[in-house]
T-cell receptor, first 110, second 114 residues
Framework: GQNIDQPTEMTATEGAIVQINCTYQ??????LFWYQQHAGEAPTFLSY????GLEEKGRFSSFLSRSKGYSYLLLKELQMKDSASYLC???????????FGTGTQLKVEL | DAGITQSPRYKITETGRQVTLMCHQT?????MFWYRQDLGHGLRLIYY???????DKGEVPDGYVVSRSKTENFPLTLESATRSQTSVYFC?????????????FGSGTQLSVL
């Protein structure tokens, strides 16, 4: 089985940097995804990590440590539009199914 | 338009009624998924399909039925709706089964069972 833990809520200031953590336990690891979901909308893909290390994509970066069962999403130069829920998700043993954490609701304030 | 579409966008029904949620994708993606999203639970997998005529249960399949006679369509049926099935339902697709293939989601169906 799989277990994914994320903080429920976070608040940050516009222009700042925020790190959203995700810890997991899984019997089979094929990769870790981060998705963004604005209220009332569908999740959209942000990043994918399969190897240890940092993946950078513009203002967003994602880090993975497989030995520690740990990932984080780093958001730089925060903007008001970054207020959303951020979902950590794992692919299972066969890589076919994606299991999601409950998400971290990020609020960006002025 | 290309993409993945769900219908209806909103649905209100009564307990005991049968309801079918539609999902259609134009990419010819092999894999399709149904998730439900509830406060406190996040997205939970109901059923998924690896190809036409191949379906499998996810985490919360009870009370739901799926079919996939054509690659592009993956309808979800609630045979006898219950209030606990009030939720937002998302359909998703991905091109293949490799771990790095990302999911594309439909806009969701908000279902209320009274």
């Amino acid at each position: 089985g799989q277990n994914i833990d994320q903080p429920t809520e976070m608040t940050a200031t516009e222009g700042a940097i925020v790190q959203i953590n995700c810890t997991y336990q899984t019997s089979g690891f094929n990769g870790l995804f981060w998705y963004q979901q604005h209220a009332g909308e569908a999740p959209t893909f942000l990043s994918y990590n399969v190897l240890d290390g940092l993946e950078e994509k513009g203002r967003f970066s994602s880090f993975l440590s497989r030995s520690k069962g740990y990932s984080y999403l780093l958001l730089k130069e925060l903007q008001m539009k970054d207020s959303a829920s951020y979902l950590c998700a794992l692919t299972g043993g066969g890589g076919n199914k994606l299991t999601f954490g409950t998400g971290t609701q990020l609020k960006v304030e002025l | 338009d290309a993409g993945i579409t769900q219908s209806p966008r909103y649905k209100i029904t009564e307990t005991g009624r049968q309801v079918t949620l539609m999902c259609h994708q134009t990419w010819s993606h092999s894999y399709m998924f149904w998730y439900r999203q509830d406060l406190g639970h996040g997205l939970r997998l109901i059923y998924y399909s690896a190809a036409a005529d191949i379906t499998d249960k996810g985490e919360v399949p009870d009370g739901y039925v799926v079919s996939r006679s054509k690659t592009e369509n993956f309808p979800l049926t609630l045979e006898s709706a219950t209030r606990s099935q009030t939720s937002v339902y998302f359909c998703a697709s991905r091109a293949g089964g490799r771990g790095g293939e990302k999911l594309f989601f439909g806009s969701g169906t908000q279902l209320s069972v009274l």
